[in-house]
């Protein structure tokens, strides 16, 4: 069974930092995209910023400059780097990576992790 385990989530003020991790775990062959999203109570689930094995990094306006993904693909985790929180970056967040190959299955896959809160607040 491949799924994505998210770790890192929690409360803080604004202005401060948290790190976001997120591993693959399972017999899996390759990733192609990482990447996280959120969503706030009341609103859709939106994506923060992904990550493709090669190519250049995605990021939503509201985060650049604040947030930095990386991803270390021979261990199957993706990070999120968030600098300077927000009350409004307040929001359950989710890991997720496309085009997910299992080994000695030739079908790609999409996953969920299963959400992690991160609050921003004084």
């Known amino acids: 069974q491949v799924q994505l385990v998210e770790s890192g989530g929690g409360l803080v003020q604004p202005g401060e930092s948290l790190r976001l991790s997120c591993v693959a775990h399972?017999?899996?062959?390759?990733?192609?995209?990482m990447g996280w999203y959120r969503q706030a109570p009341g609103k859709q689930r939106e994506l923060v910023a992904s990550?493709?094995?090669?190519?250049?990094?995605d990021y939503a306006d509201s985060v650049k400059g604040r947030f930095t993904i990386s991803r270390d693909s021979l261990k199957d985790t993706v990070y999120l780097q968030m600098n300077s929180l927000k009350p409004e970056d307040t929001a359950v967040y989710y890991c997720n990576a496309k085009g997910v190959v299992v080994t000695g299955d030739g079908n790609e896959y999409e996953l969920w992790g299963q959400g992690t809160q991160v609050t921003v607040s004084s």
């Open positions: 399972g017999s899996i062959y390759s990733i192609w995209t």
């Open positions: 990550m493709p094995s090669v190519g250049s990094t």
